[in-house]
């Protein structure tokens, strides 16, 4: 069936324009004739039409959205199948993608980024509490509504909720290889942590203009998630922003936040806290007091640094105006008094900065060395492996007579890296010991 201007679905929504078209289906605003009212309807696309695969998909994504009523996921309302095809009634969102707003202007301005990032989160969130794992963060699965500029999460197609069959085989993982996290990368579960991942890339997209990890295919953007080292946002980015972000980009998820709900409100601190600032709030001449995140017990712009990341050397914590009693910021009570700054703080701060640098620089000398020796050791593998394989493929039996099998060395590229979904796995799940990435 292909979807067309004018076609009724489920006896009752009239299709009335396409919105957009993504990997799997297409999405189209529609008229619901029995409460009369305007809808969208994601319908798969018509080369998809009888295959039960694409129809799961589809089932799960509506089962796992109907468990979530939230301001910031797009709401569910009915699910049908027709004809062969099947189709998601949503809440239809008057707006734009996120993805729409960064291809346009590249940046977004922080006073209205985190905002943004916080509406997520607290979606997120809420789908985390009710155990479903989105798995597919993205600019492109974040709505921005242009008359409110409220935030609503949307296509759960592949997420994960408790005693869901899973759609992969073992050691298999879905996502978009851009925003994986690494543990999804090395075929770990998703968890709620790899949500805030997710969220972590596109935070870092929105600052610097670009994505932290590329590569020329999926495969390649995958493995870098592992192993890269976050490349470091602009000087010019606000450190205390730094420090939120690099924590959601580490690399070890345990140094992430508990919960969305924790980072969200860590994000609507430093938000409150700029206003402050811009507002020309809370000035104090005999100094200042430092934001506390309530996750950590840390200051906003003091947060340990992702692992394989610049170190807080490099971004020293910003000494922030005492907030007014008007501000949500948390701020220490006795203590503030000990964050004045005088001169000769600033000189021995100015002096540490500079040991801090030193540090920073024999550090990221030792990572480089490590670095190479970890290539040279993972070649030398690869050598061996090879040399293993090319000895046991004239050898097609064993002595007992078993059949052999042989692992496929095969890394296949997807034909559009940056909007292609990514799906990766063994190549020969009978050979754990062997393992290589494939892209399909």
């Known amino acids: 069936m292909t979807p067309a201007a004018g076609m009724v679905l489920g006896g009752r929504y009239t299709l009335t324009r396409r919105i957009a078209v993504g990997g799997m289906g297409e999405v189209w605003a529609a008229d619901d004739g029995a409460v009369g009212r305007e809808v969208a309807l994601k319908v798969l696309k018509s080369e998809y039409t009888g ?53 346009r202007q590249h940046t977004v301005d922080l006073p209205r980024l985190l905002p943004m990032l916080a509406g997520a989160a607290r979606g997120l969130d809420h789908a985390h509490q009710a155990g479903v794992v989105h798995r597919d963060v993205k600019p492109g699965n974040i709505l921005l509504a242009a008359s409110t500029g409220a935030v609503k999460l949307t296509d759960f197609g592949v997420s994960m909720a408790p005693n869901q069959a899973q759609m992969t085989a073992t050691g298999m993982v879905m996502g978009t290889a851009q925003y994986l996290s690494p543990e999804q990368a090395i075929g770990k579960p998703a968890t709620a942590r790899s949500d805030m991942y997710a969220l972590g890339v596109i935070a870092y997209e929105a600052t610097a203009g670009k994505r932290p990890f590329t590569g020329k295919t999926p495969v390649d ?23 939120l972000v690099y924590r959601m980009l580490d690399k070890d998820p345990k140094k992430r936040w508990p919960t969305a709900g924790d980072l969200a409100d860590d994000l609507d601190r430093l938000a409150a806290q700029l206003r402050a600032e811009n507002a020309g709030e809370g000035a104090d001449a ?45 701020t220490t009570g006795s203590s503030a008094a000990a964050t004045a700054v005088g001169g000769s703080r600033a000189s021995s701060s100015a002096a540490s900065r500079r040991e801090s640098t030193l ?74 010991d062997h393992p290589t990435f494939r892209a399909v």
């Open 51 to 103: 295959q039960q695969e694409f129809l799961r998909r589809l089932r799960v994504e509506a089962r796992n959205s109907s468990a979530l009523s939230h301001p910031n996921i797009a709401q569910m309302y009915d699910y049908g199948e027709q004809e062969g095809t099947g189709f998601l009634v949503m809440e239809l969102v008057d707006g734009e993608p996120l993805a729409d707003l960064l291809e």
């Open 221 to 243: 953007i995958a493995v870098a998630h592992v192993n890269a080292p976050v490349p470091p946002l602009p000087a010019s980015v606000d450190p205390r922003w730094a420090a």
């Open 286 to 330: 005999g100094g200042g007091a430092v934001y506390i995140s309530q996750s950590t017990g840390l200051p906003l712009g003091s947060a340990a640094q992702p692992s394989g990341s610049p170190g807080s050397a490099g971004l020293p914590p910003r000494i922030s105006p005492a907030p007014s009693r008007r501000s949500t910021g948390v």
């Open 359 to 432: 540090a920073y620089q024999a550090a990221r000398r030792r990572r480089t060395r490590l670095t190479a020796v970890a290539v040279i050791a993972a070649l030398a593998l690869l050598i061996a492996a090879i040399t293993t394989l090319t000895r046991s493929h004239s050898d097609t039996q064993p002595a007992d007579g078993a059949p052999r099998t042989l692992l496929r060395p095969a890394v296949t590229a997807l034909p559009h890296p940056e909007t292609d979904f990514l799906l990766l796995g063994w190549d020969n799940m009978n050979s754990p």
